[in-house]
Each structure stands twice: as C-alpha cells, then as structure tokens.
C-alpha cells in the first residue's frame, strides 16, 4: 500500500522501444520517498537509469539516454498553500560550459491532476521515431501519434488534445474507459516551436502559462520527438490525517492572515491550485489571451531605451503570449527583465546608465550590433531580424520566431546567450558585459543575498530563492531581529549566520566568508532542495523565518513545513529530518556533477563578483551587518568579493558537508552516513570519490 502522500508508483517511458506496452513500466515509489518528491525523486531516477548503467557520458543533453523527470512532491495537489509545483530535472541543454543534470519547475494543475490519476511523476528516456505525446488516464497509459500537432503552438496543441479526449469543460459529464466520471479536461505540459526545433532557449509550458523556463528541457522534449504529456486523473489523493490538514489550515489562517508573506493578491488574477486568495502569479489582468504567468516572460520586450514599454504595454503583453506559445524561455531571451537599476552614480563602471536586471540574450544581442559585432560589414549577419525596427512590435515577434525556428541569426541566438558569446569570440564578456552567474545563467537577484549567490556555485543553475529579505523593521533593533532569525531556523544557530559583513577581517570572522556563512548557506541550501524542490513547497511562500503580523515577528518556519508533511503523512518527521533529506540530496547530486567533471577548481564566480558593481542589479540590497561590536543594516548595494575569501568559503563549505578538500568530491563517510553506499561505490569505481 502506498504511503499517504504518495500516488505509490512513477510512469516510466522508454521511448526508444515503439509506442507500446514495452515502452511502459510502472515503478514503486517506495523506493525513492527518502528524497521527498520532485528534484529528490528525479535525481535518484537519474542515477538508476542514466548514470549506474555506465552507458553514457552524461555531457549531452539531446542524446537519447538523458532522462526528463516530471516529478510531484508530498504536498502535491493536497490543498496546503503554495502546494502545487512540479519539478522538472534531466540533463541540460542551457547549462554551460557543461550540459549538468539540471531542473526547473512550474505550478498551475498538473501536478495535482496527477497525483489524481495515482501517479508520483513522470520519468521519460530514449527517442521515439516519429513525434508522440504521452497519454495518461488514470492508470491507462498510452502513446499517441502526434504527427499532426508537431507544428501547432502549445495553446493549439492543448486545444487539440482537449477535442481528441472528446471533453466539453464542465459543460457535461463524461466516462471514461474506467467507468469513472469525470468534468475535467485533461492538464497538459507541452512545447512549441522552440523545443521542436531544440532550441537550447525552450520552456515547457502548463495551461496558458505555467512554465518550466529556465533549463531549456523543452529542447530534451523535442530532442525526444515528445510533444507533450497529457494526463487526466479521476481518484483522491490519501491523507493520513483529514482532521490534522484542516486544523493546520485553520492554525495557518488565524496565525498568519493571508497576504502575510505571500504577496500580491487582488486584481483580475488566478493562482496554482491550493494557494486560493493567497497569491496571484497567474495575471489574467496582464496577459492578452490565456491564464499567462507573470513572471520573466511578462517582460520580454521591455527595453532600457525605451522605459514608456511598461509591464502592461501591449508589445509586452504579447510578448508575455509570444513566450507561452512558441514556449521561448522568457528570461534568457528578454532585453532586460523587469526593471533596470541605476549605475550612473559610478562613472567608472562599464555599463552605463543602467544594468538590466537581466542581462540576457536580447540586451546582448542589441549590445553587440551597436557596438558592430554583428550586423553590417561582420560576419554574423543579423537577418532576418530588422535591427532598424528595434523597439517595435514587429522587432519583437521576428526575433521571437528567429529564435523559435531557428532562422538566420535566430539559429546561433537559440543556442543561448553563453554560447552566442562563445561564438562571437567573447567569453570574457561573463565578466562584465554579458553578467552571467556559473554555469549558463543570467543574474538574477543573486547579489548581495549571499546566500542565493553561494548557492549557485554549488548548484547547476540559478537557484531562484526569493525566500529570504533583511530590510529594516519598525519598531526591534537590528540585533533583536537577527536573533528572532537565528531562533528560527530549527537549530542551535547563532546569529552571525546572518552577518553580511564583507569588508576587513569581520567578513573572515562572522561575515560573508566565515564558518558562520557557510553553515547558513548549507542549512538555506539543504533546506531550498527538500522543502521546495523536493516535497513541492513554492518558493514565494517558504522558507519564511519572520513576519511582521505575527504577534512575536515569527514566520511559519520551521513549525508549518513538518506540521502540513506529518498530517498529509500520518508520521512524526522532525524539520530537522527534512534538512537532513535535503544534505542527502545535495550529496547524491554532487557525485552526479563528480562525474559530469565537477572539480572544486571549477567553481569560481564569473569575473564582475570580484569587481566594484556586483551587486547594483540587486533586489533587495539592505543586508544585517555585524561590525565587531554592533549590529545594524546597512545598504549593502557596493557589496563586492574577493577570490582569496571565495576560496576561505569554500573550504569551510566543504568541511561542513564532508567533501573533500582538494578536488570537491564528497567522502565515503559522508555518502554512508547518508544512505548512499552504494553512490560511493560507483565513484570510487570511477575514481571520483572524495
């Protein structure tokens, strides 16, 4: 019997072996619930079924034997607030200079939906011969021809499934080869131009616009000849303890009143199912057609030139429906993300007047043609692109569909911004001009949240934690909030985890390159990869150490994860339990990257971090600073680092999570001591045991 909070069984596909039942196989989820769900779950099917057969090298992401996960977490579709994430995990294409077993994740009803027709996720290997799409009702599965949607935009390719499925929404009920009844329509991730043409730029895309963006795994579905996966579900989801889920929600609600630390709310928008009036992501208001997300691709074509191109202006409207419907990757394409910050102040600095928040592939597209890179009398011709129209609708939609199918420049453009730069002969360019975290991504709030940057060396990607905002508080001392951080945390903690000094001898003793630091940045790390990528927790929601409408400034964590997980459960886990479950997952995955090629020589930042003007696209940029006596914020927005502290970090990092020293690579013990004997087994078989 499956574990409450469990569907009991993955889908596997091999695509490779037809369009049959031997392509099928239905697996226990017993096996993997020591990972919680999601990135967890993933990257232990990874390891089964790409790395232990020793068959490939894991370097390229479109080789048949890379595996795409779509994978639930226990939270999944049971109602808990910002419950209702599916991760996405697999080799990646964007990733650079290596393609590293990556992830992604997005909201919306699919997840739910399928934990409904009794399934945990949705592993898919190999190629198939012709284009397919998966299709799961219930405990039936089938793979369709999809010869006839290859072609159609993931609006019409949904469209399309809808009237194969022969549904009507809510209009009628309608039975299903099990005998059930359903009034639903089935939910559908799928891809469009973008990821038929594998495209390195692809997201997945959910309903109208629940994305999978960054990661580029709809280029792994088009490298798979898999359009989509559609799935209808019409049982439960079993709780262990019905009575304890609604006495946690009323706990919740009277605790802390909604709109406390979710944000938004209000207007013409929907949300994922579970958040209810907590939060809106899903801005109906913004979007021209369908139930659009809100985020990066929301803002494609807003332009440092050009800042009367709001959020709301029509050409970013449709450029939010452009985004969705060739499932473009909106925050690696765009000209520069949401907002734009001030450099001005610093004449010395390299760009001016203003950094994108996203220095992306759009910005540096436009900034290499003006500074005649490309274009006219060089060697990239930037047809069919019309450079003369720039700030125009008609520049917009030609790039997008330039990139989506590859046409002209759009060919070298869709291979990402990293590897645009490599073409033009530019890499040095990551360290100013083009501002790209490790390993092929665009910054993104990362500094001075040290925690968020730190987090990205150790990771595949940018790891995308909105969590965690210092900004001053009325009414407490800066020393009496940190203490209510370090009280919070679940663990013996002391405050100088939060300490953002970073310049002198104090950033080495209790600042940004301390022991200290290094054991919040393992514990947010640990904590990051469990409670939100694993068991499904959304990252606007969770982790929340303090709240201002709490009677003593508490957030929800660390009561609120445990009591959702125990009640959906039926167990007694500790939080503590879900940040040792997080230490496992961090280790399996860093034998994964030992053997894509990580070495600890590899993590460096890119140039700008050790240079004046790191942090000026920062978010939040008012940090707690400890300075040898005192505590008090401080604007932290010339926040800088040094390569010598960068290694200092790095060194107690490493001792904190039992790597070895010299190469990275984690030990025998800490692997043992985790449950992974049999991941230290294979390293050392390969020579990369710690």
């Known amino acids: 019997m499956a574990t409450p909070g469990y569907g009991g069984k993955i889908l596997l596909v091999d695509l490779s072996k037809g369009t049959g039942e031997a392509a099928i196989t239905r697996l226990d989820t017993a096996k993997y619930e020591k990972f919680g769900g999601g990135y967890g779950m993933g990257a232990a099917m990874f390891w089964d079924y ?75 290997i190999g190629r198939a011969e012709h284009p397919v799409y998966i299709n799961i009702v219930d405990d039936k599965v089938t793979i369709e021809d999809a010869k006839d949607l290859w072609g159609l935009n993931a609006w019409e390719c949904q469209e399309e499934i809808y009237k194969r499925s022969g549904v009507r929404f809510g209009e009628e009920w309608w039975k299903l080869d099990s005998g059930s009844y359903s009034l639903q329509r089935p939910q559908i991730v799928t891809i469009g131009a973008a990821g038929e043409s594998m495209t390195r730029v692809a997201s997945l895309v959910h309903a109208g616009g629940s994305g999978a963006g960054q990661g580029g795994f709809g280029g792994v579905f088009g490298s798979k000849n898999l359009k989509a996966v559609a799935v209808l579900g019409t049982g439960g989801i079993k709780i262990a303890d019905p009575k304890a889920m609604r006495d946690t929600r009323e706990w919740w609600d009277k605790t802390w009143p909604r709109g406390g630390g979710f944000g938004f709310g209000g207007g013409a928008s929907s949300c994922c199912i579970g958040c209810g009036p907590i939060r809106y992501c899903h801005n109906r208001d913004r979007a021209l057609g369908k139930d659009s997300d809100g985020c990066a691709e929301g803002s494609l074509y807003s332009l440092p030139e050009f800042p009367e191109i709001s959020l709301s202006d029509p050409m970013n409207l449709r450029g939010s ?66 450079m ?111 300490d953002y000094s970073w310049e002198g001898d104090q950033a080495y003793k209790t600042g940004i390159y301390s022991r200290p630091k290094a ?68 280790n399996l995955l860093r034998a994964i990257y030992a053997l894509q090629g990580r070495h600890k020589n590899m993590e460096k930042f890119n140039g700008y971090y050790y240079r004046p003007g790191a942090s000026y696209c920062g978010f939040y940029t008012t940090r707690t600073v400890f300075d040898g006596k005192n505590w008090d914020w401080q604007n932290c927005r010339e926040l800088y680092l040094s390569e010598k502290g960068v290694e200092t970090f790095k060194e107690h990092m490493y001792a904190i999570e039992g790597w070895n020293n010299a190469s990275g690579y984690p030990t025998r013990k800490t692997l043992e001591d985790l449950d992974l004997k049999y991941v230290a087994d294979y390293l050392q078989s390969k020579g990369k045991l710690g």
């Open 519 to 586: 054991e919040f940045v393992a514990w947010h790390h640990h904590y990051w990869l469990y409670y939100k990528e694993s068991v499904g927790f959304c990252d606007w929601g969770y982790m929340q150490l303090f709240n201002g409408q709490h009677a003593r400034k508490f957030g929800h964590t660390p009561e609120a994860e445990p009591r959702w997980l125990n009640a959906i459960s039926g167990k007694n886990v500790t939080f503590m339990d879900g940040i040792e479950a997080g230490r496992r997952i961090f």
């Open 321 to 386: 429906d452009i985004c969705q419907q060739y499932t473009i990757n909106g925050m690696e394409c765009c000209f520069q993300g949401p907002m734009s910050f001030r450099t001005d102040h610093n004449p010395d600095f390299p760009i001016q007047p203003t950094i994108p928040a996203y220095a992306a592939l759009g910005w540096y597209f436009k900034r290499m043609y003006d500074m005649g890179v490309v274009g006219p009398g060089t060697k990239f011709d930037t047809s069919p692109i019309p």
């Open 50 to 124: 790409c790395v232990a057969p020793g068959e490939w090298d894991l370097l390229d992401a479109f080789n048949p034997r890379n595996m795409v996960s779509l994978m639930t977490g226990a939270v999944s579709g049971t109602g808990v607030p910002g419950g209702a994430r599916t991760n996405v995990s697999g080799g990646s294409p964007q990733c650079y200079p290596i393609q590293w077993f990556s992830h992604s994740n997005f909201g919306g009803m699919f997840s739910t939906m399928l934990r409904m027709a009794g399934w945990d996720g949705v592993s898919v």
């Open 388 to 498: 003369e129209k720039y700030g125009t609708r008609a520049f917009m939609e030609i790039y997008s569909y330039a990139i989506a199918n590859r046409v002209g420049i759009g060919n070298l453009l869709a291979e990402g911004t990293d590897r645009f730069c490599e073409a033009l002969g530019r890499t040095d360019d990551f360290n100013v001009l083009c501002r790209r975290t490790p390993w092929g991504f665009c910054d993104h709030w990362s500094m001075p949240n040290m925690e968020w940057a730190y987090s990205n060396l150790f990771d595949s990607r940018d790891v995308n934690c909105h969590d965690f905002g210092l900004d001053r508080q009325r009414d407490m001392t800066c020393e009496e909030y940190v203490k209510i951080l370090a009280q919070r945390t679940g663990t013996k903690s002391d405050e100088f985890w939060f």
